[in-house]
């Protein structure tokens, strides 16, 4: 194996390791959520601590006030279902780029709340190697699998969405 072959395939292992690894992390926050009874109550909770915090932009706050609070049931079974969704779609490595923007997105959208945990920035970052290389985290994919059975080969621009 040439020097540069080996280091492609350090970067795929190393780009599929972080993808599978942000999906374990988003699953993970699902299956707590659940565990935990998550629900109306607790976008409640986020509609009035945004509110009545400094550190959430005015923009956040009337998001917080005129969406979250007008459907709290249906955010109460979205939010996890969202996490889980990400976490699994990222295992799969089905749809590597715009899952990882949107796990990027999500932790933003947290953020604005001003809910900060521990695991976010970690994940934040592994958001941030999978979008950037997301052809190497999804050579060793569902999608790359599917794509291999296909009679057409999608352009690389189109893979790179994949």
């Given at each position: ?26 699953i993970g926050e699902a ?58 779609l990222l295992v799969l ?70």
């Open positions: 194996m040439t020097r540069s072959a080996t280091l492609r395939a350090a970067g795929v292992a190393i780009a599929t390791l972080a993808r599978v690894g942000l999906g374990v992390l988003w299956l707590v959520k659940w565990q935990a009874g998550f629900g109306r109550s607790d976008i409640l909770l986020v509609v009035s601590s945004t509110g009545q915090n400094p550190r959430v932009p005015d923009f956040y706050s009337f998001f917080t006030q005129n969406v979250l609070g007008a459907v709290p049931d249906l955010f109460g079974f979205a939010v996890p279902l969202i996490e889980f969704g990400l976490g699994v490595g089905a749809f590597t780029l715009p899952v990882a923007l949107a796990s990027a997105a999500e932790l933003i959208n947290y953020w604005f709340a001003d809910q900060l945990i521990t695991q976010y920035p970690i994940m934040m970052g592994l958001s941030i190697v999978v979008a950037t290389f997301s052809r190497s985290a999804s050579r060793l994919s569902l999608t790359e699998l599917v794509l291999r059975r296909v009679p057409w080969a999608p352009s690389e621009a189109v893979r790179r969405w994949l």
